[in-house]
């Protein structure tokens, strides 16, 4: 079972950034993927981000297009959320995923490793 250890979350004011990373403890797949998703209290659980380790292939949720970014880097099996212009919307749990069939795969909201978890809170 792939181990996923997250940290870089914490309060932010809006129009702020923050960085998430998460690293993995072991690679299975050519194939393998890393992303985000967010769940804020009493709300669903949505995408954020996703990256194939190998291949760079993105998927970016269309709420945070052009303010978030996904990032690898593959020597360290870490990924990172770079997160620009936050909004209160944004305040949430973010969780570190992974699954070895692709970013396709984890924007469908399926995945075979979760973290732990990290708190987001941007204040107005």
């Known amino acids: 079972q792939v181990q996923l250890v997250e940290s870089g979350g914490g309060l932010v004011q809006v129009g702020g950034s923050l960085r998430l990373s998460c690293t993995a403890s072991e690679r299975t797949s050519g194939t393998d993927a890393m992303g985000w998703y967010r769940q804020a209290p009493g709300k669903r659980r949505d995408f954020v981000a996703a990256?194939?380790?190998?291949?760079?292939?993105?998927y970016i949720a269309d709420s945070v297009k052009g303010r978030f970014t996904i990032s690898r880097d593959n020597a360290k099996s870490t990924v990172y959320l770079e997160m620009n212009s936050l909004r209160p919307e944004d305040t949430g749990v973010y969780y570190c995923?992974?699954?070895?069939?692709?970013?396709?795969?984890?924007?469908?909201?399926?995945?075979?490793?979760r973290g732990q978890g990290t708190q987001v809170t941007v204040s107005s």
């Open positions: 995923v992974a699954d070895p069939r692709g970013a396709y795969t984890l924007s469908k909201l399926n995945y075979r490793a």
């Open positions: 990256i194939t380790l190998d291949s760079g292939n993105t």
